[in-house]
């Protein structure tokens, strides 16, 4: 073959590679993220709406609700990662292990939440009433766990207020123990407004105010986007989403999954679909 052929040849793959490169569309691990565990303003995500509409997701469930863990394997089959929503924090009063919690929780209740009462002491018992309820979570089949109120114990207000024992190491120690166990349950760990301290958690979500956006530690989340792992930003009480979703992409990047209370519906909103 003469030089000036094999040029010509080189020249057309290149060519065609390169405008196959160009037509790709960008790569993105941004998935859809349904709600069903906790309530803000509006309406949650419904069981029946997330069967019929959820797929390729992360769907979130408060195990504990009646008839809730049922549905897993439907919700599942479509190819969903289910996530499991707990306290850590906070002892809630209509949970069925309260009153084996209630040794070690404050005596007065959250003014935010008067069902809930912050835990107290991490070290005289409460690990195991959350790992009972871990390994419930794991025999019904959930993917994730995630972990409401960890960062209780770095709230300086919270420790005068409601008499909170618990200290910035002993509370760093119960979540990762906590993590370590769901983790050796075969679960992965969503840590919940914080990566403080939580390296080894698979994903974080935070919650977005309309008046309140991007509160939370920028580096933190941005070193969890850029470590492949899962980070969701629920942002409340909005009359645009879109536009804040926009708002984020810009801030962070396009593998940020979103989901939105829509102000206008009175119900979540959902992206990446």
Request: with cysteine.
């Amino acid at each position: 073959m003469k030089y000036y052929q094999l040029i010509a040849i080189l020249s057309i793959i290149y060519s065609c590679d390169s405008e196959t490169k160009v037509d790709e569309p960008v790569d993105s691990d941004a998935i859809p993220i349904y709600n069903q565990a906790y309530q803000e303003n509006y309406a949650v995500d419904t069981i029946d709406y997330i069967k019929n509409n959820a797929e390729n997701g992360y769907v979130l469930l408060d195990p504990f609700q009646d008839d809730v863990t049922e549905h897993i394997d439907d919700i599942k089959a479509k190819n969903n990662q289910v996530g499991a929503y707990i306290s850590i924090g906070t002892g809630e009063t209509y949970r069925d292990d309260y009153n084996e919690m209630q040794a070690y929780l404050v005596s007065t209740p959250w003014g935010e939440w008067p069902d809930e009462f912050f835990v107290k002491s991490t070290t005289s018992g409460i690990l195991e009433v959350m790992k009972a309820r871990i390994d419930k979570i794991a025999t019904w089949g959930f993917d994730w766990v995630e972990f409401d109120n960890m960062d209780w114990f770095y709230d300086d207000e919270l420790r005068t207020t409601y008499g909170v024992e618990v200290t910035e190491n002993e509370g760093v120690d119960y979540y990762q123990q906590l993590c370590n166990y769901v983790h050796s349950k075969g679960m992965k760990c969503m840590a919940k407004n914080s990566v403080e301290n939580a390296s080894d958690f698979d994903g974080v979500l935070y919650e977005s105010y309309n008046d309140d956006k991007n509160w939370w530690d920028q580096s933190g989340a941005q070193s969890f986007l850029d470590a492949g792992k899962l980070v969701i930003i629920n942002h409340y009480n909005e009359s645009n989403c879109g536009q804040v979703y926009s708002e984020y992409k810009g801030i962070y990047n396009e593998n940020l999954s979103f989901i939105c209370e829509d102000s206008n519906l009175k119900k979540y909103v959902h992206f990446n679909e």
